[in-house]
């Protein structure tokens, strides 16, 4: 649909591949674009597939964001979920995730469980590819005893 300002899409996607073979697609139901391309994309309910070359798929939503094309980058904004196939699922409100560098960083509360526990910090970092997420800010774990010895 073409309007005065803008251009907006019906359920548009985008995808690639990284530099160590990892996939991603992210898909929207509605995208909203300016005419000259100097603002970025604004997108309603999102989901998106990251999946690393080992196998572990990373599944994303979110109510609204926006998508900078000329960096690659994508902002999540409200009700973000992530659920990764290893078990790992965090929740959170702002996040920005760069999907060539398979990074993903909050600077607002967030909330993440695993199978083995669950940790509440005020900002997050987490590394898909490494398995590693650095947590900052106000810091609570709770550890789960494992089933195996």
Same mark, same amino acid.
Not at 23 to 33: G, L, Q, S, T, W
Not at 76 to 101: H, P, W
Not at 119 to 144: D, I, P, W, Y
């Given at each position: 649909?073409?309007?005065?300002?803008?251009?907006? #899409?019906?359920?548009?996607?985008?995808?690639?591949?990284?530099?160590? +073979? +990892?996939?991603? =697609?992210?898909?929207?139901?509605?995208?909203? #674009?300016?005419?000259? @391309?100097?603002?970025?994309? $604004?997108?309603?309910?999102?989901? +998106?597939? !990251?999946?690393?070359?080992?196998?572990?798929?990373?599944?994303?939503?979110?109510? $609204?964001? !926006?998508?900078?094309? /000329? /960096? &690659?980058? !994508? =902002?999540?904004?409200?009700?973000?979920?992530?659920?990764?196939?290893?078990?790992?699922?965090?929740?959170?409100? $702002? *996040?920005?995730?760069? &999907?060539?560098?398979?990074?993903?960083?909050?600077?607002?509360?967030? *909330? %993440?469980?695993?199978?083995?526990?669950?940790?509440? *910090? @005020?900002?997050?970092?987490? !590394?898909? @590819? %490494? $398995?590693? %997420? &650095?947590?900052? +800010? *106000?810091?609570?774990?709770?550890?789960? @005893?494992?089933?195996?010895?």
């Amino acid at each position: 649909e073409v309007t005065a300002d803008d251009l907006v #899409m019906q359920n548009p996607r985008y995808f690639g591949v990284t530099k160590d +073979g +990892g996939r991603y =697609e992210v898909e929207a139901k509605k995208a909203v #674009m300016d005419f000259e @391309q100097n603002e970025p994309v $604004r997108l309603f309910d999102i989901s +998106g597939n !990251l999946t690393q070359d080992n196998g572990v798929a990373t599944k994303i939503k979110s109510v $609204r964001g !926006l998508f900078d094309n /000329k /960096k &690659n980058e !994508l =902002e999540l904004v409200d009700g973000i979920e992530i659920d990764a196939s290893n078990g790992m699922s965090i929740r959170m409100t $702002r *996040a920005k995730v760069f &999907n060539k560098e398979h990074r993903i960083v909050s600077n607002e509360p967030i *909330a %993440a469980t695993t199978p083995t526990g669950a940790v509440k *910090a @005020q900002s997050m970092t987490l !590394l898909t @590819q %490494a $398995r590693r %997420a &650095n947590f900052k +800010g *106000a810091v609570e774990v709770r550890m789960v @005893q494992s089933a195996q010895p």
